[in-house]
């Protein structure tokens, strides 16, 4: 029996579907994915075990494999959402998207002037190791990152906060997100704390664009959808 297709041309009243245990069990891999693995994987690679784009590939293997495994329940539940509503998810993840390159525009000019002129060191990070093993780098940084860390900062962290406060969701899903992608940096050069900044709006719009649709997937494969935009250009670039 075929699922019926809902026109939907409104947002639904938001309600995570994570349960209790598969909420547990996401935050709880919070700390191994930003402490233990990536110590484990940086002591790897500088022993020399493994090539640093392979490490990568690996860390995200990792958070992705653990998130089926103890949230399946939930990603097949929020794949119903985006089944029910297809043209309504894609129009909210285009629409975010263009949201997201407007910000950027304006952003990247105050940065620059900020920063002196300092590159965003995780791009500049990403597009070292990329160039190594572009194979590995790809599949890391544009199917299986946006899987981790959805799961993580969207339907972890903003998910529960959302049911009792919905600033405090937004405000500590986003800011957790952009000090995520820019501390291991920060704390060696005290001026990258400026790109802080720089991952807000879309960490924003990425919990809009969850919270509008009712579905994890749609924040997804927005985050797929700037992942993969942003390596093609900045390869382009380099």
Known sequence: ???PVIKR?????????LSKREAIMVLAYLPVHLVLLQLGFTALVERGVLPEARATL???VVGFLYMVLTAFGFLRRD???LIDAPFYCIREILRAYLWMLGFNLILGMLLLLVSGGEENPNNRSVMNVYVQDMGSMKAAVIF???VVEEMMFR????GVLRRKNRRAAYLVSALCFALYHVVPYALQVPIYWVFV???IPVSLLLARCYERTNSIWCSIFFHML????????????G
Do not use: K
């Open 1 to 3: 029996m075929e699922r």
């Open 226 to 237: 700037v992942n993969g935009v942003s390596l093609g250009a900045l390869n382009a670039i």
């Open 155 to 158: 339907a972890g962290i903003f």
């Open 9 to 17: 041309t409104s947002p639904p009243p938001f309600t995570s579907r």
């Open 144 to 146: 299986l990152a946006p």
């Open 197 to 199: 900044f720089q991952y």
């Open 79 to 81: 794949f119903d959402a």
């Open 58 to 60: 690996l860390y995200y």
